[in-house]
């Protein structure tokens, strides 16, 4: 019997002593110190996928966000953004995240507000360890983001520099916690896991938020409800029944996930053992072993709060426990507020809602306010939910026309052309290089890229003629070199003129096609003047303009 008691002694220690020898086993990736000088220019965005996809060296997101120090940032630019659809849709994904985004202007505003705890990550763009932590940072905002007293937030060290500097922040990420009563920024040296920083809050707030930003079910925790018991706490006139029904029509039909009367049932025994006095004995024959040596240490100052039992479920460490602790503490002689200090669980006990006559109102007003404010909660979460799946959709659109677009390329004749291409091609002397300058967002260039795949294949196997495209939202210098300031920009680079001849005829296929196997002469140019017979009308072409008007 003795062996069995100590192996299930043993057991139960287990929650204890695996999640110590965890913590103490953990190792953390060493901090990136700062950027390399080969880093100091790089864009404070990332570079968007499809640039990445189609290997580009810079592109408009790094332009617009002033990723280069001799280029403005027209950020504000709506009409720039507009034009380039990589920005805007960046800036539309980013106005969808729950994270705070804090500047040297609205620091103080939101971090030192006292009536929010705050969760600050404090990074740099060119940090691999911040990029590796993005995603994880996002989830975790997301589980908070209906809590409206927590906020989950970021800011850019390396662009706003007053706040880092005042908490000593020297290597990237570094993460702060301010909550309410503490604004000196409590530094953060766990694991960088989603888990780790949702149990860390939901222990710290009181919060019951789940991986999935739901109220966890075993708790079903609502600040209106915890409010209404507090304010019953004192109560041994209330009408049980009258509160269950209350409850039932208020509040039961909002918990799709769970019975009605299974929340009716628990409500109204949470009550009853307040007015009976049941509770306070259970609570205290649990507490006394808590009590020794007048002190609570923090492993049980934690079983206190995080065991699950009725109370939990709509408060957990309250007045309730305070008055357990105090009446065990009288019977065993011992200095109550020495306890509830050693045990450092003052600040976690809120003091009971001051109360008086009219109950079975305020009972109903508090069931209402329960229910508008999960309704209102499960409102914005179907809402965020249905903006992910609208982005998720515009994503694998995205993808699958980016797919479409590389198989096009990889059957395509056109060659392709950038900035430390271009020379080497269309300069060549040996080749008739015919040149279009083009812009993704351009609709005329969008209407010609079908005609310009068949001019390419009339040529295909000609090795001294190449139909060729540039981006010239992308190939800015060689697009600046040549002038090209409208989209499409049509240019003949022939063997004996490298100087980039204007083309400025059809845009159909058979002109074009004509135009490249008559050595660059637009067929319209050999037409001799005409003129009908018994009539003074010539017309007039390209070729005979200037000859006959001039």
């Known amino acids: 019997f003795r062996a069995f008691s100590r192996f299930g002694m043993m057991w139960r220690l287990r929650a204890f002593l695996l999640p110590l020898l965890l913590w103490l086993v953990a190792t953390d990736s060493e901090p990136d110190a700062g950027p390399t000088p080969a880093q100091t220019n790089f864009a404070a965005h990332k570079t968007c996928s499809e640039c990445v996809d189609a290997g580009h060296g810079w592109c408009p997101i790094r332009r617009a966000c002033g990723g280069f120090a001799n280029r403005e940032c027209p950020d504000d630019d709506r009409a720039y953004?507009?034009?380039?659809?990589?920005?805007?849709?960046?800036?539309?994904?980013?106005?969808?995240?729950?994270?705070?985004?804090?500047?040297?202007?609205?620091?103080?505003?939101?971090?030192?507000d006292e009536g929010k705890h705050v969760l600050v990550e404090f990074y740099a763009?060119?940090?691999?360890?911040?990029?590796?932590?993005?995603?994880?940072?996002?989830?975790?905002?997301?589980?908070?983001?209906?809590?409206?007293?927590?906020?989950?937030?970021?800011?850019?060290?390396?662009?706003?520099?007053?706040?880092?500097?005042?908490?000593?922040?020297?290597?990237?990420?570094?993460?702060?916690?301010?909550?309410?009563?503490?604004?000196?920024?409590?530094?953060?040296?766990?694991?960088?896991?989603?888990?780790d920083f949702v149990d860390f809050v939901n222990r710290q707030t009181g919060a019951q938020r789940g991986m999935d930003g739901r109220l966890a079910p075993h708790v079903g925790r609502v600040k209106a409800l915890d409010t209404l018991v507090?304010?019953?706490?004192?109560?041994?006139?209330?009408?049980?029944?009258?509160?269950?029904?209350?409850?039932?029509?208020?509040?039961?039909?909002?918990?799709?996930?769970?019975?009605?009367?299974?929340?009716?049932?628990?409500?109204?025994?949470?009550?009853?053992?307040?007015?009976?006095?049941?509770?306070?004995?259970?609570?205290?024959?649990?507490?006394?072993?808590?009590?020794?040596?007048?002190?609570?240490?923090?492993?049980?100052?934690?079983?206190?709060?995080?065991?699950?039992?009725?109370?939990?479920?709509?408060?957990?460490?309250?007045?309730?426990?305070?008055?357990?602790?105090?009446?065990?503490?009288?019977?065993?002689?011992?200095?109550?507020?020495?306890?509830?200090?050693?045990?450092?669980?003052?600040?976690?006990?809120?003091?009971?809602?001051?109360?008086?006559?009219?109950?079975?109102?305020?009972?109903?007003?508090?069931?209402?306010a329960a229910a508008a404010a999960i309704a209102k909660e499960q409102a914005e979460a179907e809402a965020r939910a249905a903006r992910k799946a609208e982005m998720k959709r515009k994503e694998e659109e995205r993808k699958e026309r980016r797919a479409r677009e590389r198989e096009a390329e990889k059957n395509s004749h056109v060659v392709k052309l950038a900035d430390r291409t271009f020379n080497k091609t269309a300069l060549d002397v040996q080749k008739d290089v015919f040149v279009e300058f083009y812009a993704p967002w351009c609709g005329h260039c969008k209407e010609l890229a079908p005609v310009w795949e068949e001019v390419a294949a009339e040529f295909q196997g000609m090795p001294d003629t190449v139909i060729a495209k540039v981006d010239a939202t992308v190939a800015g210098k060689t697009a600046a070199q040549y002038g090209v300031k409208s989209y499409p920009t049509l240019l003949w680079f022939p063997k004996g003129n490298k100087a980039g001849v204007p083309y400025e005829g059809g845009r159909d296929k058979d002109t074009l096609v004509a135009f490249v196997a008559n050595g660059g002469v637009d067929p319209g140019e050999n037409v001799p003047p005409q003129q009908e017979e018994g009539s003074a009308v010539v017309a007039l072409g390209r070729a005979n303009f200037d000859a006959v008007v001039l």
């Open 81 to 112: 953004a507009e034009d380039h659809p990589y920005i805007l849709e960046k800036k539309e994904q980013e106005a969808l995240l729950p994270v705070e985004v804090l500047t040297d202007d609205n620091f103080d505003e939101i971090v030192l």
């Open 125 to 195: 763009p060119w940090c691999g360890h911040c990029k590796q932590l993005e995603p994880i940072w996002n989830e975790v905002a997301e589980v908070f983001k209906a809590e409206p007293d927590i906020v989950i937030a970021k800011m850019d060290a390396t662009a706003h520099t007053r706040a880092p500097q005042k908490f000593n922040v020297k290597s990237y990420p570094t993460i702060k916690w301010f909550p309410k009563d503490q604004k000196y920024g409590v530094d953060w040296s766990a694991r960088r896991e989603k888990r």
């Open 230 to 368: 507090l304010a019953l706490e004192d109560d041994r006139e209330v009408d049980v029944e009258a509160l269950a029904a209350a409850i039932e029509e208020q509040v039961g039909p909002i918990y799709a996930g769970r019975p009605e009367a299974e929340w009716v049932k628990m409500y109204a025994a949470v009550v009853r053992g307040m007015q009976g006095g049941d509770f306070l004995a259970q609570e205290g024959s649990r507490l006394e072993a808590a009590l020794q040596d007048e002190a609570v240490d923090a492993a049980a100052a934690k079983r206190m709060q995080t065991k699950q039992n009725v109370l939990k479920a709509f408060g957990g460490l309250r007045k309730l426990n305070v008055k357990a602790l105090r009446a065990v503490a009288r019977e065993n002689g011992i200095d109550t507020a020495n306890a509830v200090e050693k045990a450092d669980i003052r600040r976690a006990v809120q003091r009971a809602v001051p109360t008086g006559p009219g109950r079975l109102t305020q009972v109903a007003a508090a069931a209402e």
